[in-house]
């Protein structure tokens, strides 16, 4: 009772909160809005921008520096021109600059051209501030788009640039956009189809719009409406586009057949067909299918070090049907992860929002899942058995439901099954299933709190778990200078997510992290971020297992240079072994001309043997990323990662690992590709290489044809085969 108490007080305060948050917010909505007028003959969509249509437009010019110097006049003068008609949003943007010959674009495939000089839309078509598609285009015209979602608590996997979290460019989508560059400037004309969006079911509409222009080589962004490190919130800044007239509602169905073959060496050619629906049930609701669906991997994962690891690899999702909307199943723990559903005949998916609602469904039945089975101590910390397990079908069911809450807040539930069958039982045999209850904060104004709180319960052959709890707290406060946070979680032994992924279990782990940040704001140094962070896990026998701080500096300057170093110091028990250890990281990246980049990373200090019998050596591992650019349509991109363990510092080496990788994209036209994957790894003496050509005519109408070659290093030093693939792939997109 007294903790209900408490909560029921905590909610009070946090809505009287909201309320002042909510009210604040819509400074922007008010300040800076834009009723657009409707064009009655379209414009063409060339580059150019002759078009006098486009005078007729709502006209913007009030751009503001965001970096390197906040606030600031922009250095180059950027006009943008919004209209529409019933099915199409137009924006036009002339983009002068004083060097034309200094801009940074490259002919590349669509969602390539990072690094480049560009223009970037951010529409909020349910302007609930929360999320938005991005639609992104160079000065030669090439095509990015994505979604952008503010943040809701979950923990990121890598550091980076921006102080707010960028767009996941994984969403595609069909717009129509050309850019053409001269010796004002550039021009960007796009045209976004009111199909190619999901938005409220309503007569008139109001959306969130944010417009972004980059200028490479003077790590310059400029933005309207203007934005400011002194707000919480990327999308809370967004201006207000108005369409007050009738506008295609999206009604639309969209039918995609998809033909694949592969021949492995040896083998006859296996041809295959699928098919995947579409339907537009209303502007805010859609539903997706797929049979048979080609789940190949176009794209290879970049290779990892797996040797003496003591936590699973993370491997990011890439196939086209779990990556269509999948951020409406996030959540602060990551209990969709869509790599665990190995091999599906067929999928099913609804998504949509209404009236501040969001809905989420996902179904889908796989053919080669592994065995469930429950935590094992004597087994968590040995290496991963290579040997080749069993697999079965598996049917996996995820629902999710969000409540918005004032502005920037939400309420929601989830809820995944996996069903797996075993031999001479059904489908249901054994199962995982778990649900909770999760939400997302702000208050007064700079201040963000999440939490979820999970049961889970998991029958395999042998056993059944009674309902067991894991939750997470997560608090930070991010203002112009001062970043704080602090997290708690709990993830018992016996809590299984099978759909999900955790890297570890059994812990009650607490971190907490303080940062303070300069603004320099000048041409050599933007901004200086030191900052402390201090962790403290516990096991669920109270046994202290880890317990360290960690001294880090981070600096962002002249030509999207970046310079870090930190410094961890800290206990970490392994196999009942308590291990003391000191590490350094140091790094740096830059782009300092148009056709270089990279970034250079070394650690080094102890490390744990994870073995039965674990010891504390010294551990150095170096990584360098190097992206070449000879020509605006070829790149050439190496990757070079060396682990060394010894004994002792300057001992004998227990491992030497080293991985190269290369990637080789020639860009012939726009839609016309090679590419060219090396990589290899002298510590299993293996080499992978892949040839593709594809033929991007828009997202799901492709054709791709390559071949895969798997080589070995035996042991008279010549390279022998072990496996070539030839493999087709052509899908069609019709939208009706």
């Not at 946090?14 to 948050?21: D, E, G, I, R, T």
């Not at 961890?568 to 250890?581: I, K, P």
């Amino acid at each position: 009772m007294k903790s209900s108490r408490i909560l029921f007080l905590i909610l009070c305060l946090l809505s009287l909160n909201f309320s002042l948050s909510s009210a604040k917010s819509k400074g922007n909505e008010t300040l800076y809005h834009l009723s657009i007028p409707e064009f009655h003959t379209p414009p063409k969509i060339d580059g150019v921008l002759e078009n006098p249509l486009w005078e007729n437009g709502a006209v913007i010019e009030d751009f503001t520096q965001f970096e390197p110097q906040e606030g600031a006049a922009p250095s180059e003068k950027t006009r943008a021109y919004v209209g529409y008609d019933k099915e199409n949003l137009y924006i036009a943007l002339r983009c002068f600059d004083s060097n034309p010959k200094a801009i940074r674009a490259c002919l590349t495939q669509r969602d390539r051209s990072s690094g480049d000089d560009e223009v970037t839309v951010y529409l909020d078509t349910f302007n609930d501030r929360k999320r938005a598609f991005v639609f992104q285009v160079n000065p030669c015209g090439v095509q990015t788009d994505g979604v952008f979602s503010e943040g809701t608590g979950r923990r990121g996997r890598g550091g980076g640039g921006g102080w707010f979290e960028r767009f996941d460019r994984s969403w595609d989508t069909f717009f129509i956009a050309d850019a053409r560059m001269d010796g004002d400037g550039y021009a960007i004309e796009i045209a976004i189809p009111f199909k190619s969006l999901r938005f409220p079911n309503s007569p008139s509409q109001k959306w969130g719009l944010k417009i972004m222009r980059t200028i490479r080589r003077k790590s310059e962004e400029i933005y309207w409406p203007p934005h400011s490190r002194s707000v919480n919130g990327f999308l809370v800044q967004a201006g207000t586009l108005e369409i007050k007239g009738v506008i295609q509602k999206g009604k639309n169905v969209e039918i995609m057949p998809v033909f694949t073959g592969l021949q492995e060496s040896g083998h006859k050619f296996d041809p295959q067909g699928g098919l995947n629906f579409k339907w537009g049930i209303t502007s805010d609701v859609t539903f997706d299918s797929t049979y048979n669906p080609d789940f190949s991997q176009v794209e290879a994962d970049m290779p990892q070090i797996d040797v003496n690891q003591r936590y699973a690899l993370y491997y990011p999702e890439k196939r086209p049907f779990f990556l269509e909307g999948k951020d409406y199943f996030d959540s602060p723990f990551e209990l969709v992860y869509t790599r665990n559903v190995v091999d599906p005949q067929w999928g099913i998916k609804l998504t949509g929002k209404m009236r501040g609602t969001t809905i989420g469904f996902l179904s889908s039945l796989d053919r080669a899942s592994p065995a469930l089975e429950l935590y094992d101590e004597e087994e968590e910390d040995d290496e991963e058995d290579e040997s080749e397990e069993p697999t079965y079908r598996a049917l996996v069911n995820v629902f999710r439901l969000k409540r918005d809450l004032f502005s920037e807040s939400y309420i929601g539930i989830i809820a995944t099954d996996k069903e797996v069958e075993t031999p001479g039982s059904p489908l249901s045999a054994t199962y995982n299933r778990v649900a909770g209850v999760d939400g997302h904060f702000k208050f007064l104004d700079y201040n963000r709190f999440s939490f979820q709180a999970l049961g889970s319960v998991t029958k395999t052959v042998t056993q059944k778990t009674n309902l067991v709890p894991a939750y997470m707290l997560n608090f930070n406060h991010n203002s112009r200078h001062v970043q704080l946070s602090a997290e708690y979680l709990s993830i018992p032994p016996d809590f299984e997510a099978a759909l999900g992924f955790f890297r570890r279990q059994d812990i009650r782990f607490f971190n907490t992290r303080a940062s303070y940040v300069f603004l320099p704001q000048n041409e050599w140094i933007v901004s200086i971020r030191p900052s402390v962070e201090y962790r403290r896990i516990y096991d669920f026998s109270n046994t202290l297992t880890d317990d360290e701080y960690v001294v880090s500096f981070f600096l962002n300057g002249w030509r999207q240079t970046h310079c870090w170093a930190s410094f961890t110091s800290g206990l970490e028990r392994y196999n009942d072994v308590d291990f003391y250890q000191k590490q350094y990281r140091l790094g740096l990246g830059s782009e300092p001309f148009f056709w270089l980049s990279g970034d250079v990373r070394l650690n080094f200090g102890d490390g744990i043997y994870y073995d039965e019998n674990p010891y504390l050596g010294y551990k150095r591992s170096f990584e360098a990323a190097l992206n070449f650019k000879p020509l605006s349509n070829l790149k050439v991109s190496y990757n070079w990662e060396n682990n060394t363990f010894r004994r002792e510092k300057g001992g004998e080496n227990v491992y030497k690992i080293n991985i190269i990788s290369q990637r080789l994209n020639y860009q012939i036209s726009r839609p016309l590709s090679l590419r060219l994957i090396t990589d290899y790894n002298d510590y299993y003496h293996e080499i992978y290489l892949s040839f593709l050509l594809s033929y991007e005519y828009r997202p799901g109408t492709v054709f791709y044809i390559g071949i895969d070659d798997h080589q070995e290093k035996a042991e008279n030093g010549v390279f022998r085969g072990i496996g070539r693939y030839y493999f087709i792939k052509f899908s069609y997109w019709w939208r009706i």
